[in-house]
């Protein structure tokens, strides 16, 4: 599923509404008949209502869609994603576990705040409970799950471990957001052109 799709589907009803809001105009124009096999269509506006009509409302919808997934969903994703490859890089170079296993611990751990519940713990009642331990140690650590200072972290973990990360990521996003914005502009002008052919 791509990070602009998880944004939408967090945003249903305002997706529905700009859905409905050019479906329900449209679907006046038709006149048609529910058969028992297929519709009986009598009258219909042609391609031209599918073709050129003010995608204002879309755009700007998917406009903000574009611009939660860069600005929330793509850090929250590479932050953990950072914290994952920490953890798994620090806890294979202490254990020899097998790679799936030790996979399954890590999100394990990171979903319940750092904690391994007692019916996981029994799950892999082969390891040593120090080993266990370990594992929620690191994961804590590695996803920023508990701090010093008693703050939390914005995503529940460390989204940056310095400040020239945070601001090489800040900068990233905002090329992106600016690309998009040319491309919107872009975009509008060409609608524009097609509704005053209309």
Known sequence: ???????????????????SGFSQSV?????????EEALHVSAHPGSRAYRFFDAS?????????IQQAVEDEIPRELAWLSGYDKAFAQLEAEFDLPRKDLSAL?????????????RRRKQYFHLPAEVLDRVEEVVRD??????????????????F?????????????????????VRLARCLQKIGGLNGLV
């Not at 799709?5 to 859905?19: D, G």
């Not at 409302?57 to 869609?65: D, P, S």
């Open 57 to 65: 409302r879309e755009v700007a919808f998917l406009h903000r869609m």
């Open 161 to 181: 471990d310095s400040s020239a990360a945070k601001a090489r990521c800040c900068e990233e996003t905002s090329s992106v957001v600016m690309i998009f914005r």
């Open 27 to 35: 679907t006046r124009l038709w006149r048609y008949v529910r058969a």
């Open 106 to 118: 890590i999100r394990m751990a990171q979903s319940s705040q750092g904690r391994l519940s007692a």
């Open 1 to 19: 599923m791509s990070l602009q799709n998880a944004v939408i589907l967090k945003n249903i009803p305002a997706y529905l509404e700009v859905l």
């Open 142 to 159: 590695s996803f920023g799950l508990t701090q010093e200072d008693g703050s939390e972290a914005r995503y529940g973990f460390v989204l």
